[in-house]
């Protein structure tokens, strides 16, 4: 008995049921002579099925626990559900309305949840359906293997590449001239330093190059020079001069 929930809203749905029919047949059977008078203008004793079903896709009012009461064009009535909490006091299994979703006319919706009313099971913290959170910023997923997909790890992205949102699947690669972040959740533009000719390492850098080049200016110099004797000649005269 403490789980049947099948009788919950049957009275109430009932209840609804014989008021929309009544306003169905009240619209079939009288209409308006004046602002504020009705008189009957239908055969009470010649009234059809069909017509009453007319008639009853129509309606539209407001019961007495105001609620609207309409049906839409397919004759469906409008989806509105309690939310039921269960809770056990002492033994006993009380079924706490704590929420409802329901549905306008318009085609919008409504959900309200009334949070200071709902006993979990836990106590008063609320309980976790997750299997991992979700990763932050500049992390990716990467799943278990094995485990279901709601299950995986947090794995920071890699240098040039960038997670913005919570929850990412994968890692952005940052756009030319740009490079990620510290945290790896933004790109940022690169700086770009020119090596000077007056500093030390520039300094160095140049008298290197220019040695090197001197030393290869010399090479070929002796090659070309001696390039008649058959040392150069049998070294590959051509190929030697090349290098």
């Not at 017509?51 to 009012?61: A, E, G, P, S």
Request: proline share 5%; charged share 20%; hydrophobic share 35%.
């Amino acid at each position: 008995a403490f789980f049947d929930v099948t009788q919950l809203r049957l009275a109430y749905n009932v209840y609804k049921a014989v008021y929309a029919i009544v306003h169905a047949l009240h619209d079939l059977l009288f209409c308006a002579k004046e602002k504020s008078t009705t008189v009957l203008c239908g055969d009470v004793s010649r009234i059809e099925p069909w017509q009453v079903t007319k008639h009853l896709k129509k309606v539209n009012f407001v019961n007495r626990f105001g609620e609207a009461v309409y049906f839409d064009e397919n004759g469906d009535p409008p989806a509105a559900y309690d939310i039921i909490n269960w809770q056990l006091n002492k033994g006993v299994v009380s079924h706490v309305t704590v929420g409802h979703f329901d549905t306008s006319p318009d085609g919008g919706s409504q959900l309200v949840i009334d949070g200071d009313s709902i006993v979990w099971s836990t106590g008063e913290e609320v309980p976790k359906g997750v299997c991992s959170e979700s990763c932050p910023p500049g992390t990716r997923k990467a799943a278990r293997k094995g485990q279901p997909i709601c299950c995986f790890d947090c794995i920071p992205c890699a240098d040039g590449t960038i997670a913005n949102t919570t929850g990412a699947a994968e890692c952005v690669e940052c756009p030319q001239d740009y490079w990620s972040n510290d945290g790896k959740d933004s790109c940022i533009l690169r700086d770009i330093e020119y090596l000077s000719y007056y500093d030390a390492m520039g300094i160095t850098l140049t008298t290197v190059s220019l040695f090197g080049l001197c030393l290869t200016v010399v090479t070929i110099s002796v090659f070309f020079s001696f390039r008649s004797t058959p040392i150069v000649k049998a070294n590959n005269s051509e190929l030697s001069s090349l290098l």
